[in-house]
């Protein structure tokens, strides 16, 4: 069988692929992204490309993707199109995974947190207390002498335990095996990594002297689109940095469905687990290298996920989370070597995945809750974490319920054409006035698309204006001006083309705007479910705290006007940004934390919403701004 | 560098080594057990051979060691002489380790025990339940429905949390990865394998189907000089096999302490941990084979040795348990799995050691003190365990001291030129009446040695007949026929050339003689300081189990006749055997007697005998037949 050489452009990348590869695979080869929603099962039409010399063969079921003009030009489907001889092919920027901007940037918006959710120390409370999963202990022990020879070991634990809320301990054997000439070789001075497990204490490493200093951990938030890492000094509590990309595993599918198929049949689970090991080396590396830390300082980790993602993570089979009725392999993980997955930090450091509810309620909401302390207070609190999937939960230090409904990831800037995450360029804050269009962007940069704040903005202040109705659709005929017609359907411009840093116009269109109303009617009607289903109305929810990836801020009032948020006093809900991480960083840094986020997960019923007949009722009727009946949103008008 | 071919005569076992290497090395890349007492430093003179064809060059200093006529006829120490030509060598028979024959003859009496004392099931004591170590468990699961659709392990540990002591448990992430195909596949009927791990069940793998009836554990002996591992039904907790070796160990030194030099210098640690586990793993393939069982179902392990034997074991640096203060690196060992220090039995099956008390009490003596119930009664108990160490614990239900005293292996045969370990041949019953011998042997075989009950038989019947004083020293001139002179010492014939295997005669000489009443010394002598330093006598001890090597049963008149064991009524002394194997099967099939057994090495307090001044005194005055002191020994009248 022959190689042959595929060049991709504009990137100039050139990989040897064999003859019947596809044009996906040989881009993956040549390590670019490349947008496969359905996982490359030829079906979602987004991996386009465009050959531009030699010979490649389309499959003929694609062609439907395709204008007559486009297959003229050599437009294929990469992922239905198999290589069958040497290639130049361009890839066209829609097509084209962006490389995630934050990388290379610094640290984003998205992933800053309001300081009063951060970890907070409060004698009272137990959680409070900063006392890292993974700690150091420094030993200053006494040579042993006829009276007291006790095993070298023992002498440790003896020390440890007055110095650590163990009282016993494990260690493994790799450890031992060399610990009586490193006891007498550092004049038994030495430092004690210790973590919990189980319960009990168990030592990880020794090492000579006192090593202290250099304790490190990382909290990972691995969401379906994005990854992100902190860096965290364990000595001090501090962020020492952040990094964050693109979930890898988009390659396989950009949704958990679509991934869960991939890796249940012909793709294997192999590859996207491994994609998302990739992801976080690469973070830690970046990281480590940018802050001078050796990453056999790093002792542990503490990952937070939906449950689909925590399989995938752990290497553990996702196939029955996919099908009713809907059971994950686990919910709360096993304490493993990070080594034994691949995760490049020190040989014997620990990973603990945040435990989830059930399938669809995961580590992320089950972190989030933890973060905003839903489990510490006798008052009913909510937490609606907007993510491709919308998970809610309801509770207070008795109770929590919980549930989950497939939002979609409009908010996140995915599906809709200017839509991006919130990193420079997005426009986070939209005002229309007068038919004038004022808006505010992350970094002051020239506008590169809409984020999840801005795409609020601009369905409220479009319906305000009249400009679309309260179905969502254009009241108002094209003007030539703001209002177009693009693709058979009216548009709105947000931005024109001498503004933008593209120069291509953003544009908002209607059927984008139908999709962002059923995401968030798809939000509001699990909010609407869930406290039913227990009772409440929302002015009894004593707080509601809103997560996800909106962008750095979130217009409260214009959220709620739209009807994505309940009508109740605004004072009341506060956006808290990326919940999950800071709930991975909390138990990272305290051990009581992780055990109450054990038991969070625990103690939380789920609601499966499919089983909940209300729910399409709700849903239906909330597909309407802010929602078809008015009573629920009475200090709302347009 | 040149390679040489090297011929061992008379095996005819040919092998090529690198210029330099020495004959001893040469020897065991054969895979030729030579002896080598002082692990190969130059000191001992036991492995001499003879070179018969090529040029050897040895070290001159070894020339003390032979007599001009032998340097004339090529004998040299194999560990001194390095190899530079091919060469022919002859392994002269004293030299040749024996090779085990209770290997190929199966189940030696040596390692049969008293029924009264193996596993017993008293419902009043907790440590007689069987319930193994790691015990299998069948379960018949419902299929998860929406309205029970909890996590698949979570199903799994619902059910064994009934069905089991545990109410949690841990499970290892690769028994996770494929769970949620393995349970579907087998229509939710799995075996779960499950093991004690720090108080909680640890799963250990989960298999389609009922496989409870292939469920296998070794109990192991690592002894010094053997060896033993017995295959065990966990299901049923019978003892289906038994199969004991030489400890391969021996060619890097006989002793511990020899061992242990080799270990800490020029030798390393690796190939002493090396050759134990190529023991257990020679004895289990071959248990296996014979009894037509897979290796992958047998799912545990107890071992136990000494403190040093264990650490050879598991890998640990011996070296600071040779030198004041006498620190071991642990004493209470971590459960591992056993394919972790490449012990070939199933993936996940484990390892548990028995727990040592100090440095030179092991964990034989513990699993001695579990299997004799010392812990158990109120009334105090003594176990003497004579060994390569003599090894002694007193106590009861409330308290336990032990002391271990250096006896040398002459009891188990060893160091002494027809002593021979309990097998096919051995003399293990002596009787002499005017001048006459009679005996009996191991199998009713011609004889080929004498084992330990043979050797105190021996003694006894030579100082009653007046051959010998009570000082061990010859009384009676040679008469040409039973007594003679050889080497320039007087010797008594046991069996003439024409009665022997060898046809040469079975003889015991003065110096050897010496050496057992040295030995002898030293087991009474602890016995003394240990009983003294609690205040106890010899008539205050409710029962004296006697553990060892000596023979399938003991004269137990005669040891006490000859000052072995103390003057007590005989019929409160009680012959064991082998109590260090016997204990690790009590684990091996009982969780609460392995627990119990850590509670006895935690409880037991140690008497360092080289710290404890009377010691050397009262040793000093028991180099006697039976003693110095005859108030001591009141019945015994030779």
């Known amino acids: 069988m022959s190689n042959y050489k595929v060049k991709f452009l504009p990137d100039d990348k050139n990989v040897e692929v064999a003859e019947g590869a596809t044009l996906l695979e040989a881009a993956e ?80 918006l998205i992933y800053s947190e309001p300081e009063s959710i951060s970890l907070y120390k409060r004698p009272t409370d137990p959680a409070s207390f900063f006392e890292p999963l993974v700690s150091k202990v420094y030993l200053e022990l006494r040579e042993p ?31 031992l095996q ?58 001090t509590g501090k962020v020492i940095g952040v990094e964050g990309s693109h979930n890898r595993q988009a390659r396989y599918g950009e949704d958990v469905i679509s991934r869960m198929v991939f890796a249940c049949s012909r793709g294997g689970l192999e590859p996207v687990h491994e994609a998302v090991i990739a992801n976080i080396n690469t973070l830690t590396q970046a990281l480590s290298r940018e802050k001078g830390i050796d990453t056999k300082d790093i002792t542990s980790i503490v990952a937070a996920g939906n449950t689909t993602m925590s ?45 989830s509810v059930a399938s669809y309620v995961g580590g992320d909401i089950v972190a989030g809750a933890l973060a905003c302390g839903l489990a510490d207070k006798q008052e009913v609190q909510c937490l609606v974490d907007v993510g491709t999937n919308g998970e809610i939960a309801v509770g207070n230090n008795d109770w929590i319920v919980c549930c989950s409904a497939s939002a979609g990831p409009a908010f996140e800037g995915e599906g809709s054409k200017w839509g991006m995450r919130a990193t420079k360029g997005a426009m986070e804050k939209i005002e229309i006035k007068d038919g004038q269009v004022t808006y505010e962007t992350i970094g002051k940069a020239k506008p590169r698309g809409i984020c999840g704040s801005g795409l609020i903005d601009a369905i409220y202040e479009l319906a305000r204006n009249k400009v679309i109705g309260q179905d969502g659709k254009f009241n108002l005929s094209p ?74 801020s979130l217009d409260i009032p214009k959220a709620v006007a739209i009807g994505l948020l309940p009508d109740v006093d605004t004072s009341k809900i506060q956006f808290i940004g990326n919940s999950s991480i800071m709930g991975a960083r909390m138990a990272l840094l305290s051990t009581p934390a992780f055990e109450k986020a054990v038991n969070i997960a625990k103690k939380t019923t789920n609601i499966e919403l499919s089983n909940y007949l209300p729910f399409m009722d709700e849903f239906m ?11 629920l949103f009475s200090s709302v008008h347009y």
Chains 1, 2 share one sequence.
Request: hydrophobic letters at 40%; glycine letters at 8%; aromatic letters at 6%.
């Open 311 to 355: 399989h995938f993570l752990l290497g553990l089979m996702p196939c029955s989370i996919r099908l009713e009725p809907y059971v994950p392999t686990a919910t709360i993980y096993p304490q493993i070597t990070a080594r034994d997955i691949g995760i490049d930090i020190n040989p014997q450091g620990i990973l603990e995945v945040m435990p």
């Open 145 to 175: 002498t006829l009276d007291d020879n006790i095993a070298d070991i023992d002498r440790i634990t003896r020390e440890l335990s007055k110095k650590t809320r163990y009282s016993s301990f494990e260690i493994s054997l790799a450890c």
């Open 479 to 552: 003007d030539g001006r703001r209002i177009i017609v693009e693709d058979n359907e009216p548009q709105y411009i947000l931005a024109f083309p001498e503004e933008t840093e593209t120069g291509q116009a953003i544009t908002i269109s209607e059927s984008e705007i139908g999709n962002l109303i059923k995401s968030k009617g798809a939000v509001f009607a699990a909010m609407k479910s869930l406290t039913d289903y227990v009772g409440l109305t929302f002015d009894q929810l004593n707080i509601i705290y809103v997560a996800g990836g909106f962008g750095s």
């Open 178 to 235: 060399n610990l009586a000439a490193k006891l007498r070789q550092h004049k038994w001075h030495v430092t004690a990594t210790v973590a919990r497990h189980n319960g009990i204490g168990r030592i990880l490493q020794i090492e000579g002297g006192d090593t202290t200093n250099q304790n490190y951990g990382l909290a990972v938030d691995v969401g379906t689109t994005t990854v992100v890492v902190q860096l965290v000094n364990l000595k």
């Open 29 to 108: 080869k040549a390590d670019i992204y490349i947008n496969s929603l359905c996982g490359g099962e030829g079906l979602c039409g987004e991996c386009r490309l465009q050959v531009i010399s030699g010979k490649a063969r389309a499959d003929k079921n694609a062609i439907g993707f395709f204008s007559k003009e486009e297959i003229e030009n050599g437009y294929v489907l990469a992922c239905q199109t198999k290589v069958e001889d040497n290639l130049e092919a361009v890839v066209p920027a829609k097509s084209h995974l962006e490389k995630e901007k934050i990388v290379t940037e610094g640290v984003s």
């Open 621 to 631: 009727a909330a597909l309407f701004l802010p929602h078809t009946d008015t009573s």
